[in-house]
């Protein structure tokens, strides 16, 4: 069974930098692709970026493209998120996502390319 924990998050205030971890358990994580979304209130889970299993190729959403950084380590079974530059506008449950996926399984971006997600972790950014 496939298990990730999110951790990270807080409030915050604009402006300043944080970072979200998701550890994973009861999957061969090398072989999962990994993604993060948000849920702010009142709006649709959106994609915020993802990242091949093989950590070569990355994908984001323009809203935080150059902002935020998705990695992962392997040998931790994590993936992470580096926030940078936040804006009040980032504020939301954070979810980390993942997919068992082959070498082309790439850029994937719809929650419906994700069968296992964690519990969240919540961001607030502050003016």
């Known amino acids: 069974q496939v298990q990730l924990v999110e951790s990270g998050g807080g409030l915050v205030q604009a402006g300043v930098s944080l970072r979200l971890s998701c550890a994973a358990s009861?999957?061969?994580?090398?072989?999962?692709?990994m993604g993060w979304f948000r849920q702010a209130p009142g709006k649709e889970r959106e994609f915020v970026a993802s990242?091949?299993?093989?950590?070569?190729?990355?994908y984001y959403a323009d809203s935080v493209k150059g902002r935020f950084t998705i990695s992962r380590d392997n040998a931790k079974n994590t993936v992470y998120l580096q926030m940078t530059s936040l804006k009040p506008e980032d504020t939301a449950v954070y979810y980390c996502?993942?997919?068992?996926?082959?070498?082309?399984?790439?850029?994937?971006?719809?929650?419906?390319?994700?069968?296992?997600w964690g519990q969240g972790t919540q961001v607030t950014v502050s003016s």
């Open positions: 996502a993942a997919r068992y996926a082959t070498m082309l399984t790439t850029k994937i971006s719809k929650p419906s390319d994700f069968s296992s």
């Open positions: 009861g999957l061969t994580f090398s072989s999962y692709a």
């Open positions: 990242i091949s299993r093989s950590d070569i190729i990355t």
